[in-house]
């Protein structure tokens, strides 16, 4: 009588090496949850706006019985409804403990702030997922409590700044810089939306601008990745192939984005809204004044509760449970400090996917406006440049429905010698637009520092 043959064990891979795996036309994500890089095309996801969710699910079930151990559906999804979507069911994933398993931490990241501060590295909720499909993941640089009660804010601006972590792209390297549109022209617009905010029924719109950097030889998607993770291993950092036909060359898209959609676990549901910002500098007394009007503004308390409301009522629809705090945290961000919600609930045993979830939630008042459709309509009057896949969605969904889901923000699309990076800001009653503007530009620093183009726009 034979012996049964024995299970074939999984391969496991660093983060590190994963992310030095990359190559055009892969998927890469990772976040706090874990690492995914995907490669090769098993069948593509078919769906349209509004069923994705149910395509994905039958693309997930048709690879099951065509013998693919572990499916996932991976890829981005536009932030208009007829936008396009690269959705697939890869050939070949691997997969990888979060970024914090030692592998990834070749630059120093921002630490945790406040009552959970450590001496280096990142620790809190990092320390507690060892595996992919771990706690969803959350940002490294919580500051919610690093204003101290006797008004000390030095522990507030204690997480150091990463360094450039520039690797491979020459800082020296010639840019031509085309803004899409002109800086005067994008504040008209601000202006534009504050009087019909003021006229009518919309509440707040999320406008944006685009540049485009033109180098003198191709853009690497592979050094610009790194140099995004590397700055900011807690960041949602992802590299989608986005290519279409007619495209003259292979077009990816590569960021870094801070703000969790939505990710479920099992039947554990969470989202992130982020929404009011400041820049951040590096010099503590600076940062610190920043944290503190962040708190405290009445416009950017405002704009936040639009958007952790909307998240909170469609979430609501689904869930049996759902825990919204009363005040937002303040987190940062290399570049940035933003309020943010962290929003928690459960789902039922039948309940909706990860993707379906995002499908249902997309787009929030974060990147778009209230009420969502007069919004996008004057999204479409007012923004001269289609978004594309900017303020759209990318992450991935598995066959138990189980996924994360992250909005396409601090991201570029790059072609060739080509890389068009994004900004947005959200105006509501009172916005200046001179302030919005320079939101915009502060927001373009984590890719313009990715790129080795700081200074140039």
Known sequence: MSSPAPARPRPVHRAADLLAAYLPGSFYYSSARGVLLADGVHSHVRGTTGNRAAAAAEALEAAVLAGVANPVVVGAIGFRPDSGSSLIVPAVVRRAEMPGDGGLRMGESSR???????????????????????????????????????????????????????????????????????????????????NLIGDGELRKVVLA???????EQGVSVRKLLRNLVVADPAAHAFAVDVSA???????????????????????????????????????????????????????????????????????????????????????????????????????????????????????????????VGLARDTIARLEPEDRGYYAGLVGWTDLAGDGEWVVTIRCAEVSDKTARLFAGAGVVAGSDPAAELAETSAKFGTLLRALGAEGVA
Request: net charge negative; hydrophobic share 35%.
């Open 112 to 194: 945790v702030v406040g009552d959970a501060a450590e001496s280096g590295g990142d620790a809190g909720e990092c320390s507690q997922a060892a595996e992919f499909g771990g706690n969803a993941g959350g940002r490294s640089q919580v500051a919610s409590s690093a204003v101290e009660p006797d008004g000390n804010q030095s522990a507030a601006v204690a997480g150091s700044r990463s360094g450039s972590g520039v690797d491979g792209i020459d800082a020296a390297t010639s840019w031509t810089v085309i803004p899409q549109p002109a800086p005067e022209v994008y504040a008209e617009s601000v202006r534009r939306a504050v």
């Open 209 to 215: 601008r685009a540049l485009d950097l033109v180098g």
């Open 245 to 371: 036909p007619g495209d003259p060359a292979p077009r990816t898209l590569v960021g870094a984005s801070p703000e969790l959609l939505v990710s479920r676990k099992g039947n554990v549901v969470t989202a992130n809204p982020l929404a009011g910002s400041r820049r951040r500098t590096g010099d503590p007394a600076q940062d610190a004044q920043a944290i503190s009007e962040l708190r405290v503004s009445e416009k950017d308390l405002n704009e936040h509760a639009l958007v952790a409301a909307q998240v909170a009522e469609v979430l609501g629809r689904y869930c049996t449970e759902l825990d919204v705090p009363e005040e937002p945290e303040v987190i940062g961000t290399p570049t940035m400090w933003h309020l943010s919600t962290r929003i928690t609930g459960r789902v039922g045993a039948d309940g909706p996917s990860s993707l379906e979830l995002a499908e249902a939630l997309h787009p929030t008042p974060a990147v778009c406006g209230v009420p």
